[in-house]
């Protein structure tokens, strides 16, 4: 409950203090703000350990008091600001890690009826600290290794989720253009976060559950808990062994009663419906209903599903040239001489009158394949008529126009045909545009149109470090466009020609 306003509270901080032009006038106020978040953040800690405490063994719980939440939350606002520094000295030094993280989890966990007071935590928390050492860093291997699995799995969220809603929604986002758009200390922060959001309550349970198995090396509350449970299974053995007895009691009663012995009856009612229901079915519109003979089916059913497919199959093509053949021999018979003396020849012209009349149909077949084959060719190879474009410039006081609008050639005669007419405002834009187009050809820049020019200055200073001077030169470009074209700020003849000379050095790099 208190770890997820810390943690939006943080990402704002950090996004503000690195960005916002008034961060040194909110620093002080947004620090005593993220200081409260924090106390109250380690004050709910240990309201869910209590919890979970009372959850996993029966614990009573104290009452809660005004009085008790207000020391609790003094005591680990103190183990709090001390823990942070010196787990940060710890970990430079690396050797005492184990136990400070031992220490500090275990004082954040600790119940309510050992914080009384300040000593009592510490003394609680430095003699669990020091329990199954061997233990203790074998367990944070493990979490470590599980923090690093969870990380990778939320920052590969991070890019999958654009991608989802580009491929299922249609939605075109930054992420979805360009990978590397992610790669920035506000997303590096996020997952961070979030994999700490997600780890952090196992650890809580983890040490809650060594502080307890701790305790009970010499108080045996482990001990006690395994009896209530064995007291609760009992408790619900018997339970159900009472109602198994009541419906093995009960069961045969209730059976007898709904099913009470049948009366012994004549069967010569039942011999006389069934002649009638002989006689009734051996009727002819009855017939259909009958089942069929069993041994004419005796074949078919030795068969494979296999062998029944190629049987069907083997029908169906003996069908097809039978069908042919008979068309052919009616051709045949219709296209012979009546008065040929050699009609019932099996060598004589009738024989040879049905194939020709077979060639003559194959020519046929193979000429149309042939005459779509080179129509199909034909049409593949058809010159395609171009229709010439006529492209209109955009109107470069619409702040909707992008680069990629028109090529970079034509960008730089737009800015040259501005020039000449006197309107440099206009032209320094169509200039400005044209090295954007240029950069995009050179895959310096990805174009967008929710980007702002800060933002493809940043992306040029990131891919063009090998490009000399460029980062430089562009950045210059962009602040004498923002000063002309936001600012009104209007242009000399000299400083003109040396903008000129950045955009064709922009270009030339």
């Given at each position: 409950?208190?770890t997820?306003?810390?943690?939006?509270?943080?990402?704002?901080?950090?996004?503000?203090?690195?960005k916002?032009?008034?961060?040194?006038?909110?620093?002080?106020?947004?620090?005593?703000?993220?200081?409260?978040?924090?106390?109250?953040?380690?004050?709910?800690?240990?309201?869910?350990?209590?919890?979970?405490?009372?959850a996993?063994?029966?614990?009573e719980?104290?009452?809660?008091?005004?009085?008790?939440?207000?020391?609790?939350?003094?005591h680990?606002?103190?183990?709090?600001?001390?823990?942070?520094?010196?787990?940060?000295?710890?970990?430079?030094?690396?050797?005492?890690?184990?136990?400070?993280?031992?220490?500090?989890?275990?004082?954040?966990v600790?119940?309510?009826?050992?914080?009384?007071?300040?000593?009592?935590?510490?003394?609680?928390?430095?003699?669990?600290?020091?329990?199954?050492?061997?233990?203790n860093?074998?367990?944070?291997?493990?979490?470590?290794?599980?923090?690093?699995?969870?990380?990778?799995?939320?920052?590969?969220?991070?890019?999958?989720?654009?991608?989802?809603?580009?491929?299922?929604?249609?939605?075109?986002?930054?992420?979805?253009?360009?990978?590397?758009?992610?790669?920035?200390?506000?997303?590096?922060?996020?997952?961070?976060?979030?994999?700490?959001?997600?780890?952090?309550?196992i650890v809580?349970?983890?040490?809650?559950?060594?502080?307890?198995?701790?305790?009970?090396?010499?108080?045996?509350?482990?001990i006690?808990?395994?009896?209530?449970?064995?007291?609760?299974?009992?408790?619900?053995?018997?339970?159900?062994i009472?109602?198994?007895f009541?419906?093995?009691?009960?069961?045969?009663?209730?059976?007898?009663?709904?099913?009470?012995?049948?009366?012994?009856?004549?069967?010569?009612?039942?011999?006389?419906?069934?002649?009638?229901?002989?006689?009734?079915?051996?009727?002819?519109?009855?017939?259909?209903?009958?089942?069929?003979?069993?041994?004419?089916?005796?074949?078919?059913?030795?068969?494979?599903?296999?062998?029944?497919?190629?049987?069907?199959?083997?029908?169906?093509?003996e069908?097809?040239?039978?069908?042919?053949?008979?068309?052919?021999?009616?051709?045949?018979?219709?296209?012979?001489?009546?008065?040929?003396?050699?009609?019932n020849?099996?060598?004589?012209?009738?024989?040879?009158?049905?194939k020709?009349?077979?060639?003559?149909?194959?020519?046929?077949?193979?000429?149309?394949?042939?005459?779509?084959?080179?129509?199909?060719?034909?049409?593949?190879?058809?010159?395609?008529?171009?229709?010439?474009?006529?492209?209109?410039?955009?109107?470069?006081?619409?702040?909707?126009?992008?680069?990629?609008?028109?090529?970079?050639?034509?960008?730089?005669?737009?800015?040259?045909?501005?020039?000449?007419?006197?309107?440099?405002?206009?032209?320094?834009?169509?200039?400005?545009?044209?090295?954007?187009?240029?950069?995009a050809?050179?895959?310096?820049?990805?174009?967008?149109?929710?980007?702002?020019?800060?933002?493809?200055?940043?992306?040029?200073?990131?891919?063009?470090?090998t490009?000399?001077?460029?980062p430089?030169?562009?950045?210059?470009?962009?602040?004498?466009?923002?000063?002309?074209?936001?600012?009104?700020y209007q242009?000399?003849?000299?400083?003109?020609?040396?903008?000129?000379?950045?955009?064709?050095?922009?270009?030339?790099?």
């Amino acid at each position: 409950m208190g770890t997820v306003p810390f943690v939006l509270g943080l990402l704002y901080f950090v996004a503000d203090m690195s960005k916002s032009p008034l961060a040194p006038e909110r620093c002080i106020r947004y620090s005593f703000l993220l200081t409260f978040l924090f106390v109250g953040m380690k004050f709910f800690h240990s309201i869910f350990a209590e919890k979970i405490r009372h959850a996993l063994f029966k614990h009573e719980t104290i009452p809660w008091s005004g009085r008790m939440l207000f020391t609790v939350l003094a005591h680990q606002a103190l183990i709090g600001a001390l823990g942070m520094p010196i787990l940060l000295i710890c970990a430079i030094i690396t050797l005492p890690l184990g136990w400070a993280v031992a220490f500090f989890q275990s004082a954040n966990v600790c119940p309510f009826n050992e914080q009384k007071n300040f000593s009592g935590i510490v003394h609680f928390a430095r003699r669990h600290a020091f329990v199954a050492p061997r233990q203790n860093h074998a367990m944070l291997f493990i979490m470590s290794l599980f923090t690093i699995m969870v990380m990778v799995n939320v920052g590969l969220a991070f890019y999958a989720l654009p991608y989802l809603g580009k491929v299922v929604f249609g939605i075109e986002t930054a992420v979805s253009m360009n990978l590397l758009s992610l790669l920035n200390t506000t997303y590096l922060m996020a997952v961070g976060m979030i994999t700490w959001m997600l780890v952090d309550p196992i650890v809580k349970v983890t040490y809650i559950l060594r502080c307890f198995y701790g305790n009970s090396v010499t108080s045996g509350d482990d001990i006690l808990s395994s009896l209530e449970r064995m007291k609760s299974a009992r408790l619900a053995r018997a339970v159900l062994i009472l109602i198994c007895f009541c419906l093995f009691c009960l069961l045969p009663a209730q059976l007898q009663a709904a099913n009470p012995s049948p009366r012994p009856a004549s069967n010569e009612p039942q011999i006389e419906l069934e002649k009638k229901i002989s006689q009734v079915s051996k009727r002819r519109e009855y017939q259909w209903r009958m089942p069929k003979d069993p041994n004419a089916n005796r074949g078919i059913e030795s068969k494979t599903w296999l062998g029944s497919f190629f049987d069907d199959l083997l029908s169906v093509i003996e069908s097809i040239f039978q069908w042919v053949g008979n068309l052919i021999g009616k051709l045949a018979r219709y296209f012979r001489p009546s008065s040929s003396p050699m009609v019932n020849s099996p060598t004589g012209a009738g024989s040879l009158g049905a194939k020709g009349l077979l060639a003559l149909f194959s020519a046929i077949v193979v000429g149309f394949t042939v005459y779509f084959l080179c129509k199909l060719r034909l049409s593949r190879v058809r010159a395609v008529t171009v229709i010439p474009l006529t492209v209109t410039n955009p109107d470069l006081e619409d702040d909707s126009v992008t680069a990629d609008q028109l090529p970079e050639d034509s960008w730089f005669s737009l800015a040259q045909e501005l020039f000449d007419r006197g309107d440099n405002r206009k032209a320094l834009r169509a200039l400005f545009l044209g090295c954007l187009a240029n950069l995009a050809t050179r895959q310096l820049v990805l174009l967008a149109r929710h980007k702002s020019n800060h933002d493809y200055q940043r992306e040029v200073a990131r891919r063009g470090k090998t490009h000399g001077q460029l980062p430089g030169q562009f950045a210059s470009m962009v602040a004498v466009y923002d000063c002309v074209w936001y600012g009104q700020y209007q242009m000399s003849s000299e400083f003109l020609d040396q903008v000129k000379a950045t955009a064709l050095t922009i270009v030339q790099k």
